[in-house]
């Protein structure tokens, strides 16, 4: 029995540039992996996944699936809502009635500061790595000229 062919079945088009909020999400997972010090083979391995699949997420190339998003907040210890929001990268810890006050961990971590965030996202903005190079490359610069010199 012959399988006539008609009209195909509306689906998503195949698009030349990623959709913004595939995007969004994907520099989120990378800003939240690179605070957690993660590999992007690491994060695969906690997923299951390959490294690649890790790259085509934090592109945008590929979309992120409800459970796979789950997953990811858990891994990176974040909720959900983090890929799509501007929440902290670095959540602050837990505070119990010894320890710190919230406050005094926050500003005494740099990775915590807001503008240690904005730094990170604006380097990631950066489309080009030689560019992006560059930029690591003068702050380097700066803070060895500030060594030298005692400022």
């Known amino acids: 029995m012959a399988r006539t062919t008609g009209p195909?079945?509306?689906?998503?088009q195949k698009r030349d540039k990623p959709d913004p909020t595939d995007v969004r999400v994907g520099s989120r997972v990378r800003l939240r992996r690179n605070m957690?010090?993660?590999s992007q083979e690491k994060l695969g391995e906690l997923l299951g996944v390959t490294f690649q699949q890790i790259q085509k997420y934090e592109?945008?190339?590929?979309r992120i699936g409800a459970s796979r998003l789950h997953e990811l907040g858990r891994v990176l210890d974040v909720p959900v809502s983090f890929f799509f929001d501007d929440t902290d990268p670095v959540r602050a810890p837990a505070s119990d009635g010894f320890s710190?006050?919230?406050?005094?961990?926050f500003d005494s971590d740099p990775l915590h500061r807001q503008e240690t965030i904005e730094l990170v996202e604006a380097y990631y903005r950066v489309k080009d790595p030689a560019v992006r190079r560059r930029f690591l490359d003068l702050a380097k610069a700066i803070v060895e000229?500030?060594?030298?010199t005692g400022g």
């Open 145 to 148: 000229q500030q060594k030298r």
């Open 59 to 62: 592109r945008g190339a590929n």
């Open 36 to 38: 957690l010090r993660l």
């Open 8 to 12: 195909r079945r509306p689906g998503r």
């Open 100 to 105: 710190e006050a919230p406050g005094a961990v």
